[in-house]
């Protein structure tokens, strides 16, 4: 009995220390200082309510938005289906291979945004560019999102019958409402709407690939019409400039400028690295996360845009006058239009306008995380720290509230045009971070085989490596350059795009070398790399949650369960919900 009174409070001393443990973890990731008191928690915390579940719907819905349901329109009209389907193939290589070096780094020690990653494993200098430039993205996003909605309603109201500002004031009421109440309230939200995303998106699939096959309305059997006439690959054409290049060299050129379209499709799928650290068991949940966004990838994007160049010829009338981010620029509509399918283009505007909403409100909450992470970081005020009961930094919430006020600029006529140029402005952050991650993906690898860790320890290691992020580095090192290259072709040079389409690059560098300067950081050595503050926190938090899911599955064979909703859910629905 003595034996079992000493094992007893052995045990609640271990579970009191790992609580301590824990609790001082939390604080190293809620501020700046991990030496601070522990009474200064409270207040400072995020909340760990998200599961594997909502993860990875966060990280499938950040992918799905108008980048597919609309953008894919402009491109295969320039560039046609064959040229489109091998640009969203290369690049959705590249976004798995970003996803895949992001998951190895956050389940070995889940950090707040990138900009603490870099501190960690890189530099604080390009943790501090990385942090505002990633920051300046998902601040104008929101208001862009509002602005795309106020466009997909008035698909059905003109704007002469209701102000677009009428509905950017309910999208808004309506994306703060979700982000206030809590991570678990959001993730729940979110879960659902990307539930409805990937249903719509399935849908849409199916119905190309029966419209191909001949089974609409009008029993066209279309199949690879369009890729004979006019052909897979486009030669480049620009009706603005009266510019035409031919040969080999226009598709070329017709190519690479998809490439960039495609880019800007998928960026958003690192978003839900942002919710690492609000997870309840990251070892389990952020390698299911990556590992389902690979399938994802195939199924939504290259099988979407493998039959939408089958329904929709490039030269199509309707595409050629498409604009606008309603139903009717849709490359998916036109099919369904050409295919006489009466009433459904209503459904896919009800579709986009779920997309963009959704799409509004994980911006919001990624804008309000990483302001916190680079208060974290120490960045950014301390106040930012500051959370609620529920685990909302609501100091976050606040600032993202005041930068979607932006979207009632485009009330005015006059200062629309000056709003498309402030989107374009932050449109490069997306791949500026992507290639912050795969930069401290590598500085990773470097630091775990100078310190003797061997890779084959991890609880997730990324593929191909480490050939696989050095292609990915370079691709998203060339498009970056890419970008706006089409303003030099022709005449006349279009200065304000190109000004505002690269204006974050020199700002970016400023920042780095500025950072640099003021606080003499310096490249961090593979053996300086931190590889070891608070990992036996993670470790021992996931044996904790491992042991609670044996005792789960113990308790269910003993009372004779063994097919539930988890079991059911795990085995046919979690690859793709």
Not at 165 to 183: Q, S
Request: hydrophobic share 45%.
């Amino acid at each position: 009995m003595g034996h079992d009174l000493e094992k007893t409070l052995s045990t609640r001393s271990n579970v009191s220390q790992l609580s301590r443990h824990t609790q001082d973890y939390d604080l190293y990731v809620a501020k700046s200082d991990p030496g601070a008191a522990l009474n200064e928690q409270d207040g400072h915390q995020l909340r760990r309510a998200l599961d594997a579940r909502h993860v990875t719907m966060i990280a499938i819905g950040g992918a799905l938005g108008t980048g597919l349901l609309i953008g894919t329109g402009s491109a295969l009209r320039v560039a046609g289906p064959g040229a489109i389907l091998i640009a969203y193939a290369l690049i959705g290589f590249t976004v798995f291979m970003v996803m895949s070096a992001l998951g190895e780094v956050a389940t070995f020690i889940p950090l707040n945004g990138f900009g603490n990653y870099c501190q960690r494993y890189v530099d604080d200098a390009l943790g501090y560019a990385c942090g505002y430039v990633y920051l300046f993205k998902y601040l104008i996003l929101p208001a862009n999102q509002m602005v795309a909605g106020s466009l997909t309603v008035q698909y059905w109201v003109s704007k002469e019958k209701m102000n677009p500002g009428i509905w950017i004031t309910i999208f808004l009421a309506i994306i703060t409402t979700v982000n206030m109440l809590g991570v678990r309230f959001f993730g729940e939200i979110e879960f659902w709407l990307s539930t409805l995303k990937v249903l719509t998106c399935l849908g849409l699939i199916l119905l190309m690939w029966i419209i191909a096959l001949g089974g609409g309305p009008t029993h066209d059997r279309i199949g690879f019409r369009y890729w004979k006439d006019p052909g897979a690959f486009l030669e480049y054409t620009d009706s603005k400039k009266h510019l035409h290049i031919s040969g080999s060299l226009g598709r070329f050129v017709s190519f690479v400028s998809v490439l960039v379209t495609a880019v800007f499709a998928y960026l958003g799928s690192e978003l839900c690295a942002i919710t690492f650290t609000e997870c309840a068991r990251p070892r389990k949940a952020i390698p299911k996360a990556i590992k389902m966004t690979f399938y994802r990838i195939l199924v939504f994007y290259v099988l979407a845009i493998f039959f939408l160049g089958m329904c929709v010829s490039p030269r199509d009338p309707l595409l050629l006058d498409a604009s606008g981010s309603t139903a009717s620029a849709s490359p998916f509509v036109i099919a369904i239009k050409n295919a006489k399918i009466h009433g459904l283009d209503h459904v896919i505007n009800a579709c986009i306008l779920l997309f963009v909403l959704s799409a509004a409100n994980s911006d919001m909450y990624i804008a309000s995380r990483t302001i916190y992470g680079l208060s974290v970081a120490g960045y950014a005020p301390a106040f930012f720290t500051k959370t609620n009961k529920l685990g909302v930094p609501y100091y976050g919430i606040a600032l993202s509230f005041l930068f979607s006020l932006l979207a009632y600029m485009t009330v005015s006529s006059s200062s629309s045009q000056i709003f498309s140029y402030f989107v374009n402005v932050v449109s490069l952050t997306g791949l500026l971070a992507w290639t912050c991650i795969l930069i401290i993906h590598l500085r990773f690898m470097s630091a775990l085989k100078a310190q003797g860790i061997p890779r084959s320890s991890l609880a997730y290691k990324s593929p191909f490596q480490p050939y696989g992020t050095y292609v990915a580095l370079t691709i998203c090192v060339l498009v970056i350059f890419l970008k706006n290259f089409t303003v030099f072709l022709g005449h006349p040079f279009l200065y304000k795009s190109f000004i505002t389409g690269y204006i974050v690059l020199p700002v970016f560098l400023l920042m780095f070398a500025g950072w640099k300067i003021y606080k003499k950081t310096h490249w961090l050595k593979s053996s300086e790399c931190d590889l070891d503050t608070y990992r036996d926190v993670i470790d021992a938090e996931e044996e904790e949650f491992a042991a609670e899911e044996a005792e789960r599955k113990a308790r269910r064979a003993a009372e004779g369960i063994r097919y539930d909703k988890e079991w059911f859910y795990e085995k046919f629905l979690g690859w793709l919900f």
